[in-house]
Structures are given as C-alpha cells and as structure tokens.
C-alpha cells in the first residue's frame, strides 16, 4: 500500500516536471528569437525588419513630407528584402545610432541600417556587413582657439594631440573614436549632431568629431562658417559605415555582401554631398 | 663700311623703340588692357598665349644678362676701390627703405581698418567665397605619426635655398636667386684673380652684356602690345566676387601700394634733382612690364637701362645693386603680408595693438626673404608664418588671397620693381657715399 502510494507520487513528480519543463520551452524560444533567425526564418516570414534611426540622417535617409521614408539606405533595404523575396518593414523608434544595434542584437530587427560605423563594443554583439562607403573621420573646428593653441605650429600639430573639449554625437560611434583617438581631449556628448554644431557656434566645444561626409555638408550648407571654423581629415582613420545584421545569421550576411559587392558605387562622397536629402 | 650699317641699324631700332616705349604710349596701353579687362570680354582669352609668348621672349637673356652684369658689376666697384663705400651706402639706403616701407605698409592700412570694419553682408559674401573654394579639407593630419606627410629636403629651406650646389641646374631651372649668388661669388673671384695674373674675361663678359642688352631692345618693341596682352586676361579674371566680398582688402592694398608707388619716383626726382613726371615717365617702362609680365627678374635689364640711360644713376650702383635688389628684396610681398594678417584680424575679430604692430612689420620682412625662389600663388606660403605668429588661420587666408591675386601679384612686382630702383637713385645722389661712409 505504502509502496504503491510512493510510485503513485514519484510519477505524479515526474509528470508535472515534464509538463513544467515543456510549458517552459516557448517562453524561452520567444527571449531569444536570434539565435534561431537566419536568411530561411526570414524568407519564411516573409518580412525583412530594417532598424532605423527615428531621425533623419541627411543624404542617407530622411522622412519626407508625405511621411514615407527616402533615401539611398532605405533603397538598399528594398532592394534587398526584393532579392529576398520578402517585404522590407522599417523600425524606426530607435534614439540613437547604438539603439539601432541594440534592436539588432536583441531580435526586434533582422538589419540596422543607419549609417553605422563598425566599432570593437559593437562587433561583440552584432555582424557587421563589408562596409558600403568607407568615410574619413574628421573634424570642425574652432580656427582661432586651434591657431591660439598651435603656437605658431600648424594647426595639424594641435588637432593631432587635441586636448580641449571634443563635441561627438551621444550614442554614437564618435564617443568610442573620440576615447580611442584624442585620449587627452574632453569629450562632450550633445544629443544630437545639431546640438553638437550649436555647442561648437556657442564655443561650449572648440572641435566636433564626425566623418568628413557631415562637416563638409555642414560647411556646404552654412558656408558663413567657413570664416570661424575650419575643416579637418584624419587621414588615417576610416569609418566603415555597413549593415548590422543578427549574430547569427551568417547567411543573411553572406547575401548582403553580395548585394553590396554588386551595387558597389552607389553610394560616394561626392553623390552624398550633392544629394538634395542632404539639405 | 659694314660696322658702319650695323650701328646705323643699331641705332635706328633704339630711336623706334624709344619712340614705341614713350610714357604716353605706355600709360594708353595700360588704360586699354584695363578697360578690356573690366569688360571681361571672351576673347581675353586668346590674348594669354601672345603674353606668354612675350614673356617666353623676354626670359632668353634674363640669365645670361646677369651673369655678365653681377661679375662686371664686382669688378667695377673692386677695381675703383669704392666697393666699400658703394655697399655701405646702398646697405644704409636699404635698411632705411625697408623700415620706411614696413611703417607704411602698416600705418595706412591699419587706420583704413580701424574706420571700416566688415558688415554682415560682407562676411556672408567672405564665407560664400571660402564656402566655394573649400572643396577640399583645410587640415589633413593622421593619429599615427608613422602616416604624416613627410617634410621637404631641407635643402630647399632657409639659406640652402640661396646656395648654387649646381649651377647648371640653377641655370636649366631658371633659378635666378642662385644664379645671382653664382654671379656675385663668382665676380669676387675673377675680379682676384684678374690683379694676381692679369688675365681675365670680362672684356667677353662685356660683350655678352652688350648683346643681351640689343636683345631686350628689339624685344622692347613689343612692350604695349605684351602689355595688353596680359594685363587684360589677368585683370579680366577677377570676377566682381573680388570686389563684392574682398572690398575692404582691395582698398587698402591699393590705396597704400598707390602711394608707396607715388613715393618712388618722387624720391627719385628729388634725388636727382629731376622733374617728378620726367622720372615717373622713365620708371614707367620697367614698372608696367612688371605689371604685365609679374616677374621681377624680366624686368632687371630694362630697369637698368632706364636708370643708367634716362635717369643718369651712377652705372656701378645700379649694376650692383639692382639685379639682386629685384631678386631678393621684395617691397611688394611686405605689404601684402601686412594688409592680408590685418585684413583676416578684423574678420576674425583680432585686435592688433601697437606692440602686435611693430611685431607684424618685422614678421612681414622676414617672412618676404621666404619667398625668395618662389612667384605666384607658392610665394603665399610664407605668409602661413605671419598669420600663425597672430593666432591667424592661413587656411581661410588663401582662399580668399587668391581671389585677389590676378592684381595683387601685378602690385607687388611694380612695387618691388619701382622701390628697388629708387634705392640706387638714393644712394646716388650727390655726395650721399661720402656721407654715409663718415656717418656709419
């Protein structure tokens, strides 16, 4: 009697540890959608989730009067969810460029396409496409607080061991570069690139930190400045602007580096200046 | 008989070019090329190659002329035993010339600025220009050391750049400062050793003189059309940019080299007790062909003649002094250092005070003698020294310098032309060689 009462709820245990075990399984299957995603579970799906930035990125993407979104990135995210087969759908609540890898890495998108720079921090989380436009880094700076710093010497003396206060976009790839690169500067992180602008006209910064596609659209655009500020490439230093893609989908990342082998030259420094987004 | 028709000849071609190159011919040709320039009509255009053309013409003898006056001019001073009291005086005159022409270079155009400052309008226009011209990045420097651009031998600085290591290749490169220095070490030498042992070659070296001399003759027929032909192309490629955005500059560098070039001729006729048109008429020639052809050195022979012939300046301070006077001291490139960091310190709200403007004067000077070697937009480079001494940026001086610099560069050549052959002139004149060597 005894006996059978001790099988009775050693199988009652193993029963509701099995139907625990079981009913635990989707729940984990829904937090880490990634590991499982790749080009098929995409085709699948029928829907390419593309991240973007919630504002505009003159030249690159931008939101135009009707709503829609425009621009050479947000091309290339239809051309690829057509190469797919699939529907492109755009994300665009992220708040700044590392939100747009966050999306990626956590599964709430399948790409980012934000004109992301590849960086170390975020290479430990996401796959990064070959680069689609490779732009030097570069800086705005304020010509009399440089020429006033230099000494005498060229302004290049000072930029290269910069020790003032650095504007760089929060959240942007910019902090990491400004960190790596001006180790003595103070780096002041604005909110936005226009924020970063304002605080370098206010002379709260005396340099901004960004790629040489954005200062010269700066210049090219309020070409008054010119007069007070002065333009910098660092010449060995390169952001390589690529897709994020999930960690897992080396597929995915496979056929992206073909459409970006074959679309080669769409995107150049030349046609982003003159781009009429870029205004 | 034959010697006879060739001097006839000789003389007849210096009749019609005396006649050609009257002040009055000289002036009309100028008033055209200006009046065509400023029409900005398109066949200008097809003038270039004729002025270059001229210019190609009037380069033949420039090396080989000072090659044979330098060492003739040495020879001359050594042999009279007045080199001492020659080069005392012209030394005297120069520092003086200088000092003069740094405060001037100043003074006018720092109280033209201090009465007219840029409106916004202007800055607007100013930023547009450099907006237009910044094409390409200011500053290009790499975090890596290991990538920076490597320097230029530094033979090409300093005093190595006066040093004729090869003086064929200074010759084949038209590299007239270091010929000149060939020439003056190369005189002192003949000169020795034509008293040691009597034999010599400057009698040849006269003769080369003499010929270079017909050469820029004949060539001097064409002084009005050479300067029509680049003057009007040049002047036609300012746009009224220059002068929308770069009013306040154009101003006080004109008004102050118009004076400085006033100054000249009117030193020289009291110098020479002549009457001031009479001088302005004479240096008329060799300052309009600087105008035209910007190039000091062209201008050498001519220069000369007009002092030796029509001013009736002491021939061995002319020889000696003018072609590396015109080489190497250049008048112009001081004032135009000076108006250009003033001119950027007022658009960059730098206040000049009169220690910073002392300081300038001196930089302006120095930074001129880095020019030596260098013409056109190279010979801005110096001007990088002055800026940065001011907290100034050159990278927002050169776009905006050369907007100007089609009549810039023709001012500066006039001025370094004019002022140099005023100093013979003074150090000429009636007892000034006696004064000078008693009072130094």
């Not at chain 1, 665009?92 to 960086?119: C, H, W, Y």
């Not at chain 2, 001729?265 to 008329?284: K, Y």
Request: aromatic letters at 8%.
């Amino acid at each position: 009697m005894m006996y059978g009462m001790l099988l009775r709820g050693l199988f009652a245990a193993v029963v509701l540890a099995v139907w625990t075990a079981l009913s635990a399984l989707p729940a984990l299957a829904e937090s880490r959608p990634a590991l499982t995603c790749d080009l098929q579970s995409i085709v699948d799906a029928k829907v390419l989730r593309v991240a973007l930035t919630r504002y505009d990125l003159p030249s690159f993407h931008v939101c135009g009067p009707d709503g829609a979104l425009l621009g050479p990135e947000i091309e290339m995210a239809r051309q690829l969810a057509r190469a797919l087969g699939v529907r492109a759908e755009f994300v665009d609540n992220p708040e700044s460029f590392d939100a747009v890898v966050d999306f990626v890495a956590d599964g709430r998108a399948d790409i980012g396409i934000s004109k992301l720079s590849q960086t170390y921090n975020r290479l430990k989380r996401v796959r990064f496409s070959e680069p689609y436009v490779t732009l030097r880094h570069a800086l705005l700076f304020n010509r009399v607080a440089v020429a006033r710093a230099a000494g005498g010497q060229p302004p290049a003396a000072v930029l290269q061991k910069y020790h003032a206060r650095l504007g760089v976009i929060a959240g942007s790839a910019y902090v990491d570069f400004a960190h790596r690169n001006f180790p003595a500067a103070s780096v002041v992180e604005a909110r936005s690139w226009e924020a970063a602008i304002e605080s370098l006209l206010n002379g709260q910064v005396t340099a901004v930190y960004r790629d040489e596609f954005e200062i010269r659209r700066v210049l090219k655009n309020k070409p008054a400045l010119n007069v007070q500020f002065g333009s910098a490439v660092i010449v060995d230093q390169n952001a390589l602007l690529s897709i994020a893609i999930c960690d897992s989908c080396s597929k995915l990342q496979e056929f992206i580096n073909y459409h970006i082998g074959v679309t080669r030259g769409e995107f150049t420094l030349e046609r982003l200046l003159k781009s009429e987004l870029g205004k | 008989m034959n010697a006879a028709v060739g001097l006839h000849t000789d003389n007849s071609l210096k009749a019609l070019s005396r006649s050609i190159n009257q002040p009055a011919i000289t002036l009309a040709a100028v008033v055209l090329a200006l009046v065509l320039g400023a029409l900005r009509l398109p066949f200008l255009q097809h003038l270039r190659p004729v002025g270059d053309f001229y210019i190609a013409l009037l380069q033949i003898c420039v090396l080989p002329f000072l090659l044979a006056t330098i060492p003739l001019a040495v020879r001359s001073a050594m042999a009279s035993g007045s080199a001492p009291g020659v080069i005392r005086s012209l030394l005297f005159w120069v520092l003086v010339t200088l000092l003069a022409v740094a405060a001037m270079s100043t003074i006018i155009p720092s109280l033209f600025f201090n009465y007219s400052a840029p409106n916004e309008q202007m800055l607007s226009h100013i930023g547009a220009l450099l907006g237009r011209s910044a094409d390409t990045i200011d500053v290009e420097f790499a975090i890596d050391p290991r990538h920076a651009t490597q320097n230029k031998e530094a033979s090409d600085f300093g005093i190595f750049a006066l040093i004729p290591t090869n003086i064929f290749a200074s010759l084949s490169s038209n590299d007239s400062v270091r010929v000149l220095v060939f020439a003056a070490i190369f005189g002192i030498g003949m000169a020795l050793t034509e008293r040691a042992s009597g034999q010599s070659i400057f009698d040849a070296l006269q003769h080369i003189q003499a010929v270079c001399t017909m050469i820029f003759d004949w060539f001097s027929l064409l002084v009005p059309i050479g300067i029509v032909a680049l003057v009007a192309p040049q002047v036609a490629r300012l746009g009224p940019d220059a002068f929308t955005a770069l009013t306040l500059f154009a101003y006080a560098f004109l008004t102050t080299g118009v004076l400085l070039l006033l100054a000249a001729p009117l030193l020289c006729a009291f110098a020479l007790h002549a009457s001031p048109a009479c001088v302005f008429g004479a240096l008329l020639k060799p300052v309009m062909l600087g105008a035209s052809t910007r190039n000091s050195a062209i201008c050498v022979p001519l220069a000369l003649e007009t002092l030796k012939n029509d001013l009736n300046v002491k021939k061995e301070l002319c020889d000696l002094y003018v072609p590396i006077g015109i080489a190497t001291i250049r008048f112009g490139t001081i004032l135009y250092f000076v108006i250009a960091t003033l001119f950027l310190g007022i658009l960059m709200g730098r206040h000049f005070g009169v220690v910073d403007l002392v300081l300038l004067a001196i930089f302006s000077v120095g930074a001129s003698f880095a020019t030596l070697r260098v013409s056109g937009l190279s010979a801005l480079a110096p001007l990088a020294i002055v800026l940065r001494r001011f907290g100034l940026s050159y990278e927002v001086a050169v776009p905006l310098m050369i907007i100007i610099d089609p009549l810039a560069d023709m001012v500066r050549t006039m001025l370094n032309v004019a002022i140099n052959c005023m100093i013979p002139t003074l150090a000429g004149r009636r007892g000034s060689i006696a004064t000078t060597e008693s009072s130094v």
